[in-house]
């Protein structure tokens, strides 16, 4: 695969602008906002141009080669700007447009730890960006910024990009303490996309979109990349839209008969929440959905069950459900399906479970199929603490191997060996991803059985605890060093829970409804998650190990206590 | 301005789902206090703009709870729009006349 790639390579961008000049009528993306009325076309021929004006654009300013941050609100504009990147060998470092003061300094920190040399974005954006940059009490970098105005003033060509390059940084989580930026070549780009058209069973043509943000591997590489890469139409919507009206994304997928599109399980529990019974959905037809992706969080098979049973009056197909797998660090994909196959469990008994072992029974702990795993990875399953392989019946951290993951953390060797060069003891020698997550393989498919990182997955996004924990210990009542942040898993959906030790004075005589408000409001404000639990408490009462290290499994069992204390 | 009796409605109907979140939830003591001070997350402040939409049947900006994060100022706002939709509603009515 190798020598493929050295012979004929083609990049992922080239392979786009070809599409513009052997099929430049044909629509390359639609987005719209609300209804079909707000529809903004794009035909590849428009596209391919925008593309070329905007890479001549970036090499104006000189910056192939250097990491610059994209910060759109959901839009063609990102698209034309992304590829723009990809084509002129230009980092591109997608990040969210931040609603407030507190997450735009997370995208600072981000920008900071990227170096990012420029900031592609709107002039709507750029103002309000601009204005936040005012307020922020720290020394930035003066930085480039280039908006829909700013305008090449002659034609110029890149150098083909090479296949060893990057072509983006995909950071894995706004963590304020230390984000990770994960770097994606070209290589990796095509070899996901290929294992991606492969387990879909896409075809060169495919009609693909969805809701899901352009800033997230998901939105990203799989909502909008797979249909520009097979010549299709990327057709899509704003998040927030979906959340506010989830039959909007019904909508889109019958009005423009999309073939595929995906969401995190929550989407799906959305359409069943929010789309009350007797609403009219006359002329809903989702029959040309093939390939409904349910993946960035686990699956629930009875969220699956609502939603097949709530729409299959409108042509859903129970077997266009296609969990799935997968991590920035993988660029994306790395298990699901097969394609037109449905959701698929497996059942073992609960005690043997429980201990780790595998014993199929009849009854007991159900586990929702991942998927087939991937042709174009080497996947093992391997003890966390021996770093020995696995024997089949066994649970164990997933490992992986492959063109398609990533070459590693952007500037943190530390957390890139730690990470991505792990050897199995006894084995054959290769580097693989450690991803943390634990799971076991069946006749090729892959489960996922929980985490052995602290990530906490709300919804689809990645947190980490001490992110939380910190804004906690920030509180001026806080004793300052004593937060711990968890998820506890209740009616098969995660809740976010802290115990937040208060400084004595203010646990005697301070209001601690009012304190809990206070840090409800901080966390909500810095970190963009809600507190699902919340409990103060006197210096002293969080469980420690003897060295002092917060013991987040052991707080989930003294919860209940809490409860009955504190109400 | 819309009635007494719509503003009433709509504060039972913005009450009546905080409280299914937040329990110590109450009206009198928290109306003017934020929505993520409550502990609503981002999906719910949206979802509070598609209760209200369903309410008034008008449609309103997604991120409105976002701006307007109290029970106070987000009625106060959905009046405004609300008046406005219903004088969009007369002259278009007007119009066609």
Known sequence: MKADYQSEFQSFPQRVLNYGETQPDATACIFQTQGPETAQKLSWGE?????????????????AAKPVALIFPTGIEFVIDFLACLYTGTIAVPLKLSRNLQQFSRALNIMEDAGVAAVLTTAKARAFLQDALQTVPREIQPLLWLDEHAVAESVMAPEPVKASQLAFIQYTSGSTSRPKGVMVTHANLLNNQRAIQQACQHQQGLIGGGWLPQFHDMGLIGQMMQPLYLGGTYVFMPPMSFIQRPRRWLELISHYRLQSSASPNFGYDHCVRCIIDGEDLSGLDLSCWKVAGNGAEPVNRASMEAFQQKFAAYGFKPSAFFPCYGMAETTLFVAGGAANTGVKTATFDTEAFEAGMLKPANTGTEIVSCGVISPVFDLRIVNPDTLEECADSVIGEIWIHGNSVADGYWKNGAQTQKSFRATIQGGNGRHYLRTGDLGFICDNELYVTGRIKELIIIRGRNLYPYDIERTCNSYRHASGHGAAVFAVEQEGRSQLAAIVELNKPAFIDGDLAEMEFDIKGMVMDTCDVALDILHLVEPGTIPRTTSGKIRRVKCQSILPQLKIVNG | ?????????????????????????????????????????????????????????????????????????????????????????????NATA
């Open chain 1, 47 to 63: 596209l391919r141009r925008k593309v070329l004006e905007r890479a001549s654009l970036l090499l104006a300013h000189n910056l």
């Open chain 2, 1 to 93: 301005m819309f009635s007494e009796d719509l503003k009433q409605t709509l504060v039972e109907t913005i009450s009546e789902y905080v409280i299914a979140k937040v329990p110590s939830f109450d009206i009198a003591e928290h109306a003017d206090t934020s929505f993520s001070r409550l502990g609503l997350d981002s999906l719910e402040h949206v979802e509070l703009t598609m209760i209200i939409e369903k309410a008034l049947s008008i449609e309103l900006a997604p991120d409105l709870a976002f701006n307007y994060p109290t029970v106070t100022a987000l009625i106060q706002v959905c009046s405004e729009e609300y008046a406005r939709h219903q004088q969009g509603a007369e002259e278009a009515a």
